[in-house]
């Protein structure tokens, strides 16, 4: 299928975006690796008048350690992130996800940044953000990851605004992320992160919601000395997820469950 | 209006002016008119458009031709060099890796990248490298096979191996 | 070479080389010049009267040639889509059917409008422009409710929603049965709908050249010759004055059989334009608009002796059609007459009842009413063995129809040609480890584990088909084949089949057939098929499991032909009596005198000269038709293990072991990859794939390979084959069909280990697909 026609711009620096997409206005449209936008066009449900092609901004691309941080460019692509020894050092959990976006082709092409803005309910990466308390970093403003994701395709980027980086603080105790699927290259049904860091647990659930979740209750359990098992049951508390073809929203709130039990278990290095 | 693409494709250099709009997989099948990329799908699924740009497994259905300035594309057509097929293709037709031959070109590219990442793989390497690839004929039984066989090959002469990404003739 | 070197090896490819280097030909790769591309513009609801088609816009729209609606093809296009009889002889409704829709949609992706444009992409921004105003109007979808009285109707003229309702055997014959039973099973057994997902998608090209009138389609199709029947018929011109090319086919699997609206409407837009016209499907299109398999379901009652001896079956087919009755639509009975299995009965009724509804028509998909028949029956008899507590596989050998029952009649009387079905399944038990799987088991349930076997002993009626049986299921045309062999000069060998391959790799093995029996080199031997203007008169197609066993069958015997010319024309060379004249290794000689020979070469070239015997003419050529005398009856015993994750209900298949016969074997190598892919197509119905419309609005849900769950490679486990051997009787090639086989065979093996697993909570039946999803509220409810 042939998308329907629009302007094509090619921004070689964060300026230059940020006036490119002022310059077309709404319907302007930021391409990354595309692998969101690109099917949407194909279908013709995303018709944005204009694209403007970041992919040549070669500073958006990078992976850097900073103190107690890992700042991950918005351009740096899936495949980048998941090889990364630093990536595998100071945030292993976060080199597990990326290497389960998608597939090898997607991997080589979607970036951080594209699955950060586009913020689909079943996009793991904001999952991560949220639970770790990431920053988004924009041309503009930091923002914290809990005030993100607004709503299902939803964030809380302006019109002209790019993101640029995501800031991720370092950990690399115990942790996991249980991804669970029909096929290997879906999209979660429902997917657990958990992470050890400062002598707690920051869980974080994919696809139960419109937007990321963070597992609060079952946090304070495991603080208070609950078991896996236990604080597990709590994974599913104020959780309303919509149902859609593979799953009920009973069956995403079981499998909410049952994954954080999991998560939780597999980080400590049990089963 | 119309951009400017200059490319590689398969070692030989190209230049058109093209719609925005035009996939790089459209741009290959219909102006340089190498077929042999396939199209399977609209939502970059089923992988039968997968070629290597700059070295890299990539679905030239989800990709904008304009994208691909200034980069070195190989498609199935740069695999085979003076008449000798490359070990993949060998061991694809050696093990019967193909039926109805569709998805056939994207599953070789898809391997031949594979293979670059990993030249040892396990079989559940293999399966899982080839992930984004979907084959309706063969139940991917003889196409594991078949990247099985092409790695023993190519470690055996690592010569072969230099020509997966080389992308020239 | 020796006659035994080429069938049975395990020869390469020949199409290989070709496909694998990026160089085959797909319909989209060939582009006419001065070509416009057509897009058409499909209607978004399931069921709605056109009000109005407005293509003001889309008619100024850039690089446009023009935009069609129905009234532009009324006087073009003549009669409605052909509806075979297949196995159901009387109908009760067949909607008619026009390429494009004038008043009235019935399918959500039903074509309203077509555009003309210089590019692809100008063509579909003008479609884009199109304003179509439709009245909703209430969509069909659950089939009871459809056969209720009152329903709302699939088509607002219709009598009512009815197809068919055919009765082929009525309850009365299965009461003696049902009187002598111990115990009686019921089960209602669901066939999910499932889009065929060749990869390569259709595509129709046609150049309507006026001043020849001369037509020539290029299309994805397993069966060019009848395209062009009724093509040719539909747009008034004669067959003679078509020809339908068929290049590489990306795969059918019974998608590619019947004639679809793009195939009439593509040549009628190249004669209003008068220009060659291209049209290429999308994936979205076909998931769309391909005719979708299976959407059943099943009424059944078994009843059984206390010791397993099975007694009588009665069953009622639900047929969902579709909107339309797909051309080969009421093939999908055959699983009525099938229902019985691999096993002896003393009565079945069946019963077979085709609902239109507002989804896209149903057609033959892999295996066509063979699949729903293994697996209904293999479902009943394990039911059967859970009530009386049985093993399934005891149960299954106490009721096969024994080695020496063959040929054997049916309750349908249907003669199955041949088979040994302990052998098969004694053979998959040991591939498999039958006895240490249910050791394992008993040990994985003490842990609270699920693990499952099931199995399948599976029988098969392909190789369509004899004409007594075919000629009235098409209307007129059996189901034969022919072939033509003809030897050039200088003894290479041309073989024309009406079959046509897309993806069994026939260029391949027919010809294996031919060196041998020729006994010239197998390099010297091509094989022609996929178009019209070649060779054989009419072709029947690939589809059935038909091509070798009545195609491979009928060039044999053109093969056979051209050897009793040679005969009469060596006999005249070496001056001795035909009847003194023996053909061997390639060669004709004088029989005990091995020196006095001519070969076959020498003889092929002589054939061209002077001298010939009084009366023959030129040439070495032969046709051949081939009436087989019976179906064939392929068999197997398929063996499944999976383990069903006891918190989240995800089902893991483990190990596949698969046992099959097919008679004699021309390649192995081509029967396993058939096999392998056969099996994983039936996997992914009983676990991944099916077609959700909405309920209520008959939306489709599963557009896309986002979410109709295809599976990848990491899906599917180790699959262990084996085979036995009992050649067919029907033919003398002694050979069955195998395309199908593993389709046929394996959705049951499949639930039925699922089935198992889930036996200690009570759990009876699941149907497909069987998604953790709906595992686990079965294994919730029946825990609570």
Redesign the interface.
Known sequence: MIPAAFEYARASSVEEASKLLKKFGEDAKVLAGGHSLIPLMRLRLAQPAALIDINGIKELDHIKEDGQKLRVGALTRHVTIHNSAVVKAKLPLLAEIASEVGDNQVRNMGTMGGVIAHADAAGDYPTLALMLDADIVTNQRTIPARDFFKDLFTTALGPDEVVTEVVFPVANGPHKYVKFRRRLFDWAIVGVAAQKMNGGWRIGLTNVGPTPVRANAVEEALQKGAKAEEAAQHASDGLDPAGDLRASPEYKKHLARVLTKRAINQAEGHQ | MKHKVATTVNGRQHEHEVEPRLLLVHYLRDNLGLTGTHIGCDTSQCGACTILVDGKAVKSCTMFAVQAEGRSLVTIEGMAKGGELHPIQQAFWDEHGLQCGYCTPGFIMAAAYLLEQNPNPTEDEIRKGLEGNLCRCTGYVNIVKAVQSAAKTMSATPAKKATVTAGGN | MAVTQLVGAKI??R???R??????H?V??L?RQGTAYAHFVRSPLAHARIKSIDITDASKSPGVVGVYTARDFKGLLAGTHPAAPAFVAEKKFVPERFPIAEKEVTYQGEIVAAVLAET??QA??AA?LIQVEYQDLPAVMDLEKALQKGSPKSHVDGPDNVCWDFTYTGPEITEAAFKEADVVVKERILQNRLAP?????RGVSADYEGFDKKLTIWMSSQNPHFIRLFVSGAMGLKESQVRVVSP????G?GSKISPYPEDYLVPTLSRIAERPVKWTE???ESIQNATHGRGQFYDCEVAAKKDGTLLGMRVVQYVDVGAYHGTFGAFQPVACLMAGGAYKWKGISARTVGVLTNRVPTDPYRGAGRPEATHLVERMVDLVALELKMDPVAIRRKNFIQPEDFPFTQNFGLVVDSGDYDKALDKALQLIGYDELRKKQAELRKQGRYMGIGFSTWIELCGFGPSAATAPATGGIALVESAQVRVTPTGSVIVYTGTHS????HETTFPQIVADQLGVPYESVELRHGDTAEGTAFGYGTYGSRSLAVGGVAISKAAGKVIDKGKKLAAHMLEAAEEDVVFEHGSFHVKGSPDKSKAFGEVAFASYGMNLPEGMEQGLEAVAYFDPPNLVWPFGTHIAVVEIDA??G?PLLTKYAAVDDCGNIINP??V???I??????AIAQAL?EEV?YDEDSGQL??G????Y????????PT?LLDKTITPSPTNDLGVKGIGEA?TIAASAAVINAICDALSPLGIKHVDMPA???KL??MMKEARN
Do not use: C
């Not at chain 3, 997902?197 to 998608?201: G, H, K, L, R």
């Open positions: 390469h490819r199409e290989d080389p496909l694998i280097t990026g160089h085959g797909y989209d790769d582009t692809k992409s579909a921004d884009n997902v060749p990869m390569e998608p590489d086919v990306g795969g699997f999308t994936r979205t897309h993806g069994q790799g918190e989240t995800a190598m081509i396993d990859g058939q392998h892919g056969g099996i994983v197509q991944y959700v849900k599963t896309t390979l986002i979410d769950s295809m599976p990848t490679a990491n899906e599917i699959i593993g998604s953790p999803d686990w509220k």
